[in-house]
T-cell receptor, first 117, second 112 residues
Framework: GAVVSQHPSWVICKSGTSVKIECRSL??????MFWYRQFPKQSLMLMATSNEGSKATYEQGVEKDKFLINHASLTLSTLTVTSAHPEDSSFYIC?????????????FGPGTRLTVT | GNSVTQMEGPVTLSEEAFLTINCTYTATGYPSLFWYVQYPGEGLQLLLKATKADDKGSNKGFEATYRKETTSFHLEKGSVQVSDSAVYFC???????????FGTGTSLTVIP
């Protein structure tokens, strides 16, 4: 159980275009999902917290107009990178939070490799 | 504040060697502690967890004990395999909050 999927797994887009990444919790409902960015050989950087039915909360330094997050249902959150530039190329990982009694656990998607040319 | 500090890598071991990856934390209250593993090109997978002091998490031969007195959660495995080559992340979270705090990750390479 507790599987999170991401689509697409990799995408190449041209500079100036927008790309949407989907994050789905397949077998549980998640009122809260998270979007991370990971640079090569570095840890995960939390970009934003996505709450179902409300606006996302962005971490300091993350441009909310560039990284649009929509949490339309209890099983789906989307990240849209608008007007992408080469510096947006990265590995984007989502996670969905599941309450387990004593703590929250985060279940991670497999990640989306974005390359902007 | 809350933070996690991991030993820096990369770590290279021969097959069947003993593994220790150190993790210490700073936290308010009583967090839960986690180890995640990331295989090349993949997302993170939960490896093991512990929710209170003196708990031992274990999975796939890996173990870690929640030590409140030393604020540590070191990952150990008695005999590593080539298939264990991955990046390992230590993390903490609180039941009351959203935030997961991750360490910087430790890359492990096991050679035959």
């Amino acid at each position: 159980g507790a599987v999170v999927s991401q689509h697409p797994s990799w995408v190449i887009c041209k500079s100036g275009t927008s790309v949407k990444i989907e994050c789905r919790s397949l077998d549980f409902q998640a009122t809260t999902m998270f979007w991370y960015r990971q640079f090569p050989k570095q840890s995960l950087m939390l970009m934003a917290t996505s709450n179902e039915g409300s606006k996302a909360t962005y971490e300091q330094g993350v441009e909310k107009d560039k990284f649009l997050i929509n949490h339309a249902s209890l099983t789906l959150s989307t990240l849209t990178v608008t007007s992408a530039h080469p510096e947006d190329s990265s590995f984007y990982i989502c996670s969905a939070r599941l309450a387990t009694g004593f703590a929250y656990e985060q279940y991670f998607g497999p990640g989306t490799r974005l390359t902007v040319t | 504040g809350n933070s996690v500090t991991q030993m820096e890598g990369p770590v290279t071991l021969s097959e069947e060697a003993f593994l220790t990856i150190n993790c210490t934390y700073t936290a308010t209250g009583y967090p839960s502690l986690f180890w995640y593993v990331q295989y090349p090109g993949e997302g993170l997978q939960l490896l093991l967890k512990a929710t209170k002091a003196d708990d031992k998490g274990s999975n796939k031969g890996f173990e870690a004990t929640y030590r409140k007195e030393t604020t540590s959660f070191h990952l150990e495995k008695g005999s590593v395999q080539v298939s264990d080559s991955a990046v390992y992340f230590c993390a903490l979270s609180h039941i009351s909050g959203n935030q997961f705090y991750f360490g910087t990750g430790t890359s492990l390479t096991v050679i035959p």
